[in-house]
Every structure is written in C-alpha cells, then in structure tokens.
C-alpha cells in the first residue's frame, strides 16, 4: 500500500520529476508558470487518503501566456499524454473522464502504458482569474470587489504553492493577499453587527421552552463569533467543510474552542447562555488587543435590563470600528447598513461557488 503523499507535496514532485522534463524537451526556452491554486482539500494543506475519492492526485497548472497557449498548447498536450509515465510515486498518473451522472469528477484510473488522460491543465493567469473569481486582473480591485470575493476563494488562491514562475503568476496571485485596511475594518464591523442582532434572542427563544430555536441561533452565534476570529488573525475562512480545521489552527483557538464546543453541546438555553457569554468576553478582549479602537467594553451585560447577557447592546463595537475607516469609497458602503461581505450576508453554495453571481451582488455596494 502507498503511503499518503499530501497533495502539494505530491504535485510539486510530479512537475520537477515527471512534467518539467517533457516540457523542458519539447518546448525549449517556453515561458510558463506551474503551480496548484484554486479548488482542492490539497491546496489548503487539509487532504487526507479520502481525498483521492475525486479530483485529487498527480496534476499540476501550467500558466502560459495567451499566444503561447494557442502557439504550443496542443502540442503541450499532447507530448504529456505520451510521455508520463502511467504512474508516479505509488499514484496513477491517468485521470478517468468527467463524471456526469457524479458532478463531473475525475478519479484515478491505473493504465499499464499511454496515451495519458493526465490532469496537466493549461491555462493563463487572466482566463484563471476571470473563471474563478470573475475578476479581470487587467483592473484594479475595487471595495466592491473585495466585498463580492468569498473567503474561500481568496484563501484557495493565496494557499496552494507556485512550483516555477516566469510569467508573474505570484505577482499576480498576491494581490489577493489581504482585505485592504479599511475594508477588514468594515468587515470587522459588520461582524460586531451580526451578533449585536442575535445575541438576545437566543435567550428569547429559550425562556419560552423553544430549546430548538434557541440552539439554532446559539449556534449561528458560534459561527460568527468564528468569523470574526479569522478576521481578527487575517485569515480568509474556508468553506463549511474545512471551517472547523481551518480555525482549530488559529492562535486564539486552543482556549475558545473549548468553550464554543460547550455552547453547541449545552442542553438548556441558561447553559448555553454561559458559555457563550464566555466567548464573547474572549472574542471582545481579542479586539481590545488590536488596538483599532479605544478599549471597549469586553464583559457582558444585560440587554437593556432584560434577563438576556450580551456583548454588543447598542452596537458599540460597530460603531467604534466603523468610525475609524478613512477610504471614501468604504465611508460610502459603511454608511448604509452594514450587510458585511457576500460572507456574511448568505451562505448559499450557489452564490459562494459561482463567480457569475459578483457582477449582480456588486451593485448593493455601489
């Protein structure tokens, strides 16, 4: 049995070892890039043996310049099939074809001998970017933009590894590094925002015997207090599937998340109101610890003399943050109500995976 290889590992090793050659031998004095970015458990660092179920194994992006993908791509192409090897490092190099009765995927399939269906894709960096993020790199990134980029995919884009760079593809993904300054603030602010709207009402569903209700928005509470964990150590979250691992390595995670695990297992909305308050001491003494306000008040307190204990009453942390944003664009998106990030107003797969759907959402900041 081959011993796992993580996928970036794995994917550096094939392009050095088995791509590099071929291309260094059929295309001599080509300008390219090779690298793996963009959708995968292995770009994040988090694949496991699973992971080779669909999509994973053996590939690597090549990023040409437009001509020269026109020029040599087929021939690119072609001289992969019939040069890899069958397999690589215990792994088959050989790709099924997509899947569709299974979303298109693509597994390993063993073959003795070539032609390779062989999961080297050609690409430029714009025609990446525009498919990805429907983002044309030949603009500059606008708060409207930042605002319509999922998290996941800013993360995905800015992990992964480049293995080779001629044609300025690192330059180029690292535009997306990190919200620019006063968009984080807005972030960070509507975050605030978010639990200030739900804080009391978890005790509210409770003390009218609806533990359901109450467990629901407690748990929703969690999810967002998690968010503004990630944006308070500027991390981009990732999707559902990876929320959890991506947050178990942050630093503020070894003392929170044993108390938000005991916010989701609580039994009654008075326990769950405990651990909770907890958190949101922790998570307010975290944003004191930024420094982007004057300290704010980090124990919680009855909700406007009603039996329910809060962090937020009266939107103080928001405001606060928001009152330091200096970029007129973002004064402008912040001086409405503050909906937050295509993150944080809606978690429907649709919208987070289809870059199609940025152009429409731009408009609510403009």
């Not at 190099?93 to 269906?117: A, C, W």
């Not at 999922?150 to 300025?168: C, F, M, N, W």
């Not at 307190?301 to 009152?323: M, Y």
């Amino acid at each position: 049995m081959t011993d796992f290889i993580p996928g970036l590992e794995l994917c550096g090793l094939f392009y050095r070892e088995a791509v590099k050659p071929i291309l260094d031998e059929s295309m001599p004095g080509l300008r390219y890039g090779a690298a793996l970015t963009g959708s995968g458990s292995e770009i994040l660092g988090f694949d496991t043996e699973m992971s080779a179920d669909h999509h994973w194994g053996p590939r690597v992006m090549l990023f040409l310049a437009e001509e020269d993908v026109c020029r040599y791509g087929e021939a690119i192409t072609e001289a992969l099939r019939h040069k890899l090897p069958p397999g690589f490092r215990g792994y088959s190099t050989n790709f099924t074809p997509p899947d569709p009765s299974d979303k298109n995927i693509q597994r390993l399939e063993e073959v003795e001998s070539g032609p390779i269906n062989h999961r080297v894709e050609l690409h430029t960096i714009r025609g990446f970017l525009l498919n990805y993020l429907d983002f044309d790199m030949e603009e500059s990134i606008a708060p409207a933009d930042w605002l319509t980029f999922p998290s996941q995919k800013l993360r995905t884009i800015t992990a992964g590894a480049v293995y080779h760079d001629e044609v300025g593809l690192q330059d180029a993904l690292a535009r997306f590094g990190y919200y620019p300054h006063d968009v984080w603030l807005y972030l960070l602010a509507s975050g605030w925002t978010r639990i200030g709207q739900e804080e009391h009402l978890m005790g509210r569903a409770g003390m009218v015997f609806d533990e359901v209700g109450s467990a629901l928005i407690g748990s929703r509470l969690v999810r967002d207090l998690m968010h503004l964990c990630f944006l308070m150590e500027k991390q981009y979250a990732p999707y559902p599937k990876w929320f959890g691992t991506a947050f178990s390595r942050l630093k503020c995670a070894e003392e929170l998340s044993p108390v938000l695990k005991s916010a989701l297992a609580a039994e009654t909305w008075k326990t769950r109101e405990r651990y909770l308050s907890s958190a949101y001491e922790y998570v307010a003494g975290m944003h004191n610890r930024l420094g982007i306000t004057e300290p704010l008040p980090s124990k919680v307190a009855n909700f406007f003399g009603r039996p329910f204990l809060v962090i937020h009453t009266g939107g103080g942390h928001a405001d606060a943050i928001r009152a330091q944003i200096t970029d007129a664009v973002v004064q402008r998106i912040a001086g409405r109500k503050l909906i937050g990030s295509i993150d944080q107003f809606s978690d429907s797969t649709d919208i987070l995976s289809d870059p199609q759907w940025r152009t429409k959402l731009r408009a609510l900041y403009e």
